[in-house]
């Protein structure tokens, strides 16, 4: 049905040219994948209304995340020789970016394909992600790109309230109960080693600097450690000291977690290509 | 002239009755989600739209509603877009919106945004209970049934309702 587009094997499938689709593809792998581990407590949550709020905020993730894919298949399609996946030779799709890359392709740090653990964890997980995205998206929504800036615009809103909940979850844990403060610790010693990668450009955020398209993430490491620091305060939480950090995912290597995930998100357009609701 | 101006009142009429899924009770003339109805010579008519939340899955059965209710009525020249920006709010809906969904149950948007900074545990802003008036309610979760609304508890009535949180 659709015409294939013009896809050029020789170069590297996790590289497009074109800066913007690999930043767009970042953003939307960020939002994507971190929707994908938050769902999974659906059905799961400690009560009813946190259940509610955690799959609440998945949903806004997904949202996100589709408007970045629906952007980068139009970059896509719209240039003549840009690698989609060696897979399909049709024309991209939100689907399509989502469902057929593999594990190289995709771009999200490291944070979100961490494993969901116990309830802690994943209320971390959310608060640095969150604290992150607030202050990138305060950035983006002036962006030189008029669909990333409306996309971030957008969703500031809902990242509010993402990055509210989270906060006081984190106090809640942490100034809690003897076993709370332990749990929430625990995520603390876990999950810190993936949080610097947030704040080193990848070569296409670099590329996309000058002309104002990408924010620089650097500048964000410093307001995103007092936002962390003073929510640690409160939470009786201590600000962790220097540790070896990890990063790669913005490139395309992942820890073995994100294999899981794809495998299992993946699965039924791999094993039925093309099936719709 | 006339005639395209007839054109887009009508066009605004029939989607007056295109209703949000999951609030039935409100238009998305009333949401506030129809941003403009373009019409000119000899051209597709152009609706443009605008979601209310970023993952609010009844944005693709709305565009399907549209579709069909012009359709229902001869008009198949059109094109729907959807665009982000301006940011959708909750100031957009309409004052009978409003009263509508106080009837059906739940709680409109505050007048006035009072709520929307990242501060932890900050004192929530006073809801209107749309059974019993009382303004003597409770927060219960920021997060509700749908993207768009928090759930309260009415201490007065003792009536859990849903309030359509300010955006």
Redesign the interface.
């Known amino acids: 049905m659709n015409s294939p587009v013009n896809i050029s094997t020789s170069q590297p499938i996790n590289q497009s040219t074109n800066q913007l689709i690999n930043y767009t593809l970042h953003l939307a792998d960020n939002t994507l994948i971190l929707a994908q581990q938050n769902g999974a407590w659906c059905g799961h949550g400690p009560v009813l ?2 259940d ?2 955690i799959t ?2 998945s ?6 995340a ?2 970045f894919y629906q952007y980068a298949a139009e970059l896509i399609n719209q240039s003549t020789n840009q690698p989609v996946t060696q897979l399909t030779k049709q024309l991209a799709t939100e689907d399509t970016l989502a469902y057929l890359r593999d594990n190289r392709e995709f771009k999200n740090c490291l944070l979100v394909e961490q494993d969901n653990g116990d309830w802690g964890k994943t209320i971390l997980r959310q608060f640095f992600f969150s604290n992150y995205q ?1 202050l990138l998206y305060e950035k983006m929504q002036y962006s030189n790109d ?2 990333l ?3 971030a ?6 990242v ?2 993402h ?3 989270s ?2 979850w984190v ?1 809640r844990l942490g100034d809690g109960t003897v076993e709370s403060h332990e749990h929430i610790d625990t995520a603390v010693n876990e999950l810190w080693p993936y949080t610097d990668e947030l704040f080193i450009n990848a070569d296409y955020e670099t590329e996309l600097l000058h002309t104002n398209i990408a924010t620089d993430v650097t500048a964000l490491k410093k307001p995103w450690q007092e936002k962390t620091a003073a ?1 640690f305060t ?1 939470a009786t939480l201590p600000f962790p000291g220097n540790v070896f950090m990890k990063k790669g995912g913005k490139h395309g290597i992942h820890t073995e977690r994100l294999g899981y995930i794809l495998a299992e998100m993946q699965f039924l357009q791999r094993a039925y290509p093309n099936s719709i609701w | 002239m006339g005639d395209e101006k007839n054109i887009a009142a009508e066009v605004l009429k029939i989607l007056e009755t295109v209703t949000d899924p999951e609030v039935p009770v409100l238009s998305i003339i009333d949401l506030g989600i129809v941003r403009k109805v373009e019409t000119a010579d000899q051209q597709a008519v152009k609706i443009i739209i605008t979601p209310t939340y970023t993952g609010c899955p009844a944005m693709d059965v709305i565009r399907t509603s549209i579709r069909l209710a012009l359709i229902e009525h001869g008009i198949t020249d059109f094109e729907i877009k959807t665009v982000l920006s301006p940011a959708w709010s909750t100031d957009w809906m309409t004052d009978s919106g409003k009263q509508k969904l106080k009837v059906y149950g739940i709680a409109p948007p505050n007048l006035k945004q009072q709520v929307c900074t990242p501060g932890v545990f900050q004192e929530e802003e006073a809801i209107q209970c749309p059974h019993c008036n009382s303004y003597n309610t409770q927060l219960i979760s920021r997060f509700g049934s749908t993207p768009c609304k928090a759930l309260y508890k009415c201490n007065e009535c003792k009536e859990p309702f849903d309030y359509f949180k300010c955006h």
């Open positions: 209304e946190q509610i709020a609440n905020i949903l806004d993730l997904l949202g996100q589709r408007n607030y008029e669909q800036a409306a996309i615009g957008k969703a500031l809103k809902e509010t309230y990055l509210r909940w906060s006081e106090i929510i409160e």
